[in-house]
C-alpha cells in the first residue's frame, strides 16, 4: 500500500474524518457528562463512531476500526438502557476521542498500543456493567473481506431488535458518509486491493457493487458545483493566501466600479456639447433660409442636421445604458465585496470547540464542580483574530477555574451550590467584538493582591495603599504576577493575564478586570471585528496621504504655534491637565519640510502613559474604511509602514505602524535629534530637487518606490515598461534612473544598454532593481552599463535610500551658478 501515489491522500482524508468525528463524540460525552441519558448526545456519538468505523475501514486503519466499534458498542449499550455513561465511563471514552484524534497510519506501533489500552479499558467496564444473559457485542471485527459492506449496512450485521432504532439512525450516518466513499470508491478500489494478496479478490469484489450509481444520492453524481448547491452549510476548506487575494481583488473591483460614475458625468458633458452644437447647426439654418443656396449646399446642410439629430439620440440611449450598467456594477462589487469580507469571518463557537473539554479536565484534576456555559457561538469573527485568541481564551478559564470558582465543600461553607458556573460570553456591539469570561466565584482578594504587589517591590507599602481597586487590578496583566506562590500544573508562573494583554495589544484591543467579593471575577476583552477593514484617519504628510489606524489615534486638534512650549530643547503642549511631547511627522518619516507654515497645526496624539506624543502632520484628510492589503513580503519589512489599501478613486495609501511611529520618536528624542515645528526652509529657493525616473511594469513595486523616494524629497516620475521609459529619459532631464528587468516590449537591460549608447544620456545614472539575484544576472546588468543592483529579495527601505543617496546625493542640492 505503501507504494501506491493514491494512498497518502486518502489517509489524509480520513485523518481529516477523524478530526471530525473527533469534535462531534466530545461535543457529545461533554453533553453527556451533564446528562447522561441525553438520547439526542448519544445518537450523535454512535452515529461519529459508527461512521468512523466506515472509514477507517475504506482506508485500512483497522485500529481505527477496532477503537471506533468498542465505542460505538458503549453506545448502543447506553441507548439500550444496558449501561449508565457516569464520569467514570465518560473518562474513558474521552481518551478514546483523544487517540481518534490522532490516529492516522494502521502502522503505528504507538497507535495500536494506546487503542489496545483503551480498548481493554472499555470492555472492562462494559463487562462490570452487563448485566448476566444480557446480550453483549452485536458483532465481531470482521474479515477484511466484508469491511466495506459491513460499512453500508449489509445483512452481514443483524443487529438485536431492541437496538433497531439506534439502527435505523446509524443508516442516516452511514448515507452521509457514503457521499465521502462514493467519490473515494475509484481512488480507493487500487490502495485497498492492495492490502493483502490473500483479500485482494474478496475486497474488489465487494467494491464493484457498492460503486453503482443506485447507493449514491443524486446530489453528488451532478458533479461538485450541484452537490454544493443542495447542501446548504457546506464547509469548504481553502487557502488563507487565496482568501486574502479574493478579498483583495474584490476590493479593487469595487474600486474600478466607481470609475463608471465620473465617466458618465463626463459623457453628460459631451451630450450638453452635442445640445449645444445642434441649436447652433438650427440657428445656422434658419439664417440661411433666406438666401437661395446652391441644391448641393442645400442637401449636405440637411444631411448635417439629420446625422446631429440622429447621434444625440444614439448617445441619450447609450447614456442610459452606461448609467444602468453603472448601477448594476457597483451593485455588484458591492456585493462582490462584502460576500469576499464575510468568507473571513468563521463562527466564534470554531475556536471554542475544545474549551469545554479543558474546563471540564482542569476543573476535575483541581477537584471542582463546574457547569460550563458558552454564549453567542454563532457570532462571526474575523479568522484572523478567531486564531489569535484561542490561547489567551484558555488563560482566562484556567485562571477563572484556579483562583476564581472554590471547591464544592467551601462554596456550600458560603451558601452557594456547589457547583461553579464559567461563562464565556461572545457578541458585537458598538462596532466592536466583545469577549467576556464570568464566573461566580470568590472573587479577587485586593488585600492579597496589595501584598503580592509590595512583596514584589512593584510599589511601596504606601504607594500600594493609595491605589484604587482599578489601578491594583492592572497588576494582574503585569509579565510574571501570579497571586499563587507555588507554581503548579494549572498556575502559578504569572504568564496567563499577561500572554491575555499581549495578544489584544496586538490587536489593538482592550482588557479590562472587574469582580464583586464574594460573587465572582469578569474579564473583558474589546477588540475589533476584524483586521481586514480598518477604520482609519487620512493625513497628508510632504504631498502624500497616510492613514493612521483610528484604533492608535487618542485625539486630533489644531493647535496654535504659540501654544507650543519649548521644555529643555524639547517641545510641549498642555493637553488633558499635563504637558505632551510634540514632533513633525516630516521627522518621523525623514521627508522634506513643508514650505508653507501656517499659525496653526494639525496634530494627532498617539501612544499611552508616559509615551504619549503629539504628531504634527500637514493636514487632516477625513475618515476612511480602508480594505487591509499586506505588501509584498519580499520587501520585508517597510519601517513605519505595516500595509496598503486602495482609496476609493483608486490611490493607494501607505497604512501607518503607529508602533513603529512610537520607537522612531523615541529614537529621535534618545538622539537629540528632535527638531522644533517652526524649523523651516528658509533656503528651500535656493535648492534644487534631484529627479528620479522608477521605470517597473508591477504597480506595486512601481508605487513602493515612488513614495519611499517621493517622501524623503525627490522628484518621482513612473514608467510602466522600458519603452515608456526609453522615451522619458529622452523627452525630459533625470537625475537616476531605477529600472525592473523583466518587463514587456522593452526589458531593463535593453534600456541601460540605449541609455549607455547615447551620447546625451551616457552620464545619466542607472540602478537595475530586480527579484533576479543570480550571480549571472547581477553581471549581466553591470556589463550593460548599470551602475548599481539591487536585488529585491533583500530589499527593504533604508537599501533603497542608501544606494540612491550614494548615486546622487540628498534630494535637494544646491543650485548652480
Not at 108 to 121: K, L, M, P
Not at 336 to 352: E, H, I, K, T, V
Not at 474 to 492: A, C, I, K, N
Not at 794 to 815: N, P
Request: aromatic share 2%; glycine share 8%.
Amino acid at each position: 500500500m505503501t507504494d501506491d501515489p493514491r494512498r497518502p491522500s486518502l489517509i489524509d482524508l480520513f485523518r481529516e474524518e477523524a478530526r471530525t468525528q473527533a469534535r462531534v463524540l466530545n461535543d457529545g460525552l461533554l453533553a453527556l457528562d451533564r446528562a447522561p441519558r441525553d438520547a439526542a448526545a448519544l445518537e450523535a456519538c454512535m452515529r461519529a463512531a459508527h461512521s468512523l468505523k466506515g472509514a477507517a475501514r475504506i482506508v485500512g486503519v483497522q485500529v481505527g476500526v477496532e477503537l471506533a466499534h468498542e465505542m460505538e458498542e458503549c453506545f448502543v449499550a447506553a441507548q439500550e438502557g444496558r449501561v449508565l455513561l457516569d464520569a467514570g465511563w465518560i473518562d474513558a471514552l474521552l481518551r478514546g476521542v483523544d487517540i481518534v484524534a490522532r490516529i492516522g497510519n494502521d502502522d503505528d506501533e504507538s497507535a495500536r498500543e494506546a487503542v489496545g489500552a483503551c480498548v481493554a479499558s472499555l470492555q472492562a467496564l462494559m463487562a462490570g456493567r452487563v448485566p448476566h444473559g444480557a446480550a453483549t457485542r452485536r458483532d465481531v471485527t470482521p474479515p477484511a473481506g466484508a469491511a466495506l459492506t459491513a460499512n453500508t449496512h449489509s445483512a452481514a450485521v443483524e443487529p438485536p431488535a431492541s437496538a433497531s432504532a439506534g439502527a435505523d439512525a446509524s443508516a442516516d450516518a452511514d448515507a452521509e458518509f457514503n457521499l465521502l466513499a462514493a467519490a473515494l470508491r475509484a481512488e480507493a478500489a487500487p490502495a485497498i486491493a492492495a492490502t493483502a494478496t490473500t483479500t485482494a479478490d474478496v475486497t474488489s469484489r465487494t467494491i464493484a457493487p457498492a460503486a453503482t450509481p443506485a447507493t449514491v444520492p443524486a446530489s453528488t453524481t451532478s458533479g461538485n458545483t450541484s452537490g454544493a448547491a443542495t447542501e446548504p452549510g457546506r464547509m469548504l476548506r481553502v487557502r488563507a493566501d487565496n482568501l486574502d487575494r479574493l478579498l483583495s481583488l474584490s476590493g479593487e473591483s469595487l474600486v474600478e466600479s466607481r470609475w463608471l460614475k465620473p465617466f458618465a458625468q463626463s459623457m453628460l458633458r459631451v451630450k450638453r456639447v452635442q445640445r449645444d452644437s445642434a441649436r447652433a447647426l438650427d440657428k445656422l439654418h434658419e439664417t440661411l433660409a433666406d438666401l437661395k443656396l446652391d441644391p448641393r449646399a442645400q442637401t449636405a446642410l440637411e444631411e448635417v442636421r439629420r446625422l446631429t439629430a440622429e447621434s444625440q439620440h444614439l448617445l441619450a440611449e447609450r447614456l442610459a445604458d452606461l448609467e444602468s450598467f453603472d448601477r448594476r456594477s457597483t451593485h455588484l462589487s458591492q456585493q462582490l465585496y462584502d460576500a469576499a469580507l464575510q468568507c473571513r469571518m468563521r463562527p466564534f463557537g470554531d475556536s471554542a470547540g475544545g474549551l469545554a473539554r479543558m474546563v471540564r479536565d482542569v476543573a476535575r484534576s483541581l477537584g471542582k464542580k463546574v457547569r460550563w456555559q458558552l454564549v453567542g457561538e454563532s457570532t462571526q469573527v474575523d479568522r484572523d483574530i478567531l486564531d489569535l485568541l484561542e490561547a489567551p481564551l484558555g488563560h482566562m478559564l484556567r485562571n477563572a477555574l484556579d483562583h476564581g470558582i472554590e471547591t464544592p465543600a467551601v462554596r456550600l461553607a458560603r451558601g452557594k451550590p456547589e457547583e461553579g458556573t464559567l461563562t464565556l460570553d461572545a457578541r458585537h456591539t458598538a462596532g466592536a467584538l466583545l469577549i467576556t469570561v464570568s464566573d461566580d466565584g470568590a472573587g479577587i482578594d485586593l488585600d492579597a493582591l496589595r501584598a503580592s504587589i509590595i512583596r514584589k517591590n512593584l510599589a511601596s507599602e504606601e504607594t500600594a495603599a493609595r491605589l484604587s481597586e482599578a489601578e491594583l487590578l492592572e497588576f494582574l496583566l503585569l509579565p510574571g504576577f501570579s497571586l499563587r506562590d507555588q507554581v503548579t500544573d494549572v498556575s502559578g508562573r504569572g504568564v496567563g493575564l499577561d500572554a491575555v494583554h499581549d495578544v489584544v495589544k496586538r490587536v489593538r484591543g482592550t482588557v479590562r478586570i472587574t469582580h464583586e467579593p464574594g460573587l465572582g471575577t469578569r474579564v473583558q476583552l474589546q477588540l475589533p471585528l476584524t483586521l481586514s477593514v480598518i477604520r482609519s484617519l487620512l493625513i497628508e504628510v510632504a504631498g502624500e496621504p497616510y492613514a493612521v489606524p483610528l484604533a492608535h489615534v487618542n485625539r486630533t486638534l489644531h493647535v496654535s504655534r504659540a501654544e507650543i512650549e519649548l521644555l529643555e530643547g524639547h517641545q510641549h503642549i498642555a493637553l488633558a491637565g499635563r504637558r505632551v511631547g510634540v514632533v513633525t511627522a516630516h521627522q518621523i518619516l525623514d521627508t522634506a519640510p513643508p514650505a508653507d507654515e501656517g499659525d496653526t497645526v494639525s496634530v494627532i496624539v498617539i501612544g499611552d502613559g508616559p509615551q504619549t506624543y503629539g504628531v504634527v502632520v500637514d493636514r487632516f484628510l477625513g475618515e476612511r474604511m480602508l480594505v487591509v492589503q499586506p505588501l509584498d513580503p519580499r520587501l520585508g519589512k517597510i519601517r513605519n509602514i505595516t500595509a496598503g489599501a486602495l482609496m476609493e478613486n483608486g490611490d493607494p495609501v501607505l497604512i501607518a505602524d503607529v508602533d513603529d511611529w512610537l520607537r522612531s520618536v523615541e529614537r529621535l528624542v534618545a538622539g537629540g535629534n528632535l527638531q522644533h515645528t517652526q524649523h523651516g526652509v528658509a533656503h528651500a529657493a535656493q535648492r534644487t530637487t534631484r529627479r528620479v525616473l522608477v521605470v517597473d511594469d508591477s504597480l506595486t513595486v512601481r508605487e513602493l518606490e515612488r513614495k519611499l523616494l517621493a517622501t524623503r524629497g525627490y522628484d518621482v516620475t513612473i514608467a510602466v515598461d522600458g519603452m515608456d521609459g526609453w522615451n522619458a529619459v529622452r523627452g525630459e532631464r533625470f537625475d537616476l534612473v531605477i529600472t525592473d528587468i523583466d518587463m514587456p516590449r522593452m526589458d531593463g537591460i535593453e534600456l541601460v544598454t540605449l541609455i549607455k549608447r547615447d551620447p546625451q544620456l551616457q552620464w545619466l545614472p542607472v540602478m537595475i532593481v530586480s527579484y533576479k539575484d543570480r550571480e549571472e544576472d547581477r553581471r549581466a546588468g553591470l556589463d550593460a552599463g548599470a551602475d548599481y543592483y539591487l536585488a529585491k529579495g533583500s530589499f527593504h527601505d533604508e537599501a533603497l535610500l542608501d544606494a540612491v543617496r550614494d548615486l546622487i546625493g540628498e534630494a535637494h542640492g544646491q543650485t548652480h551658478g
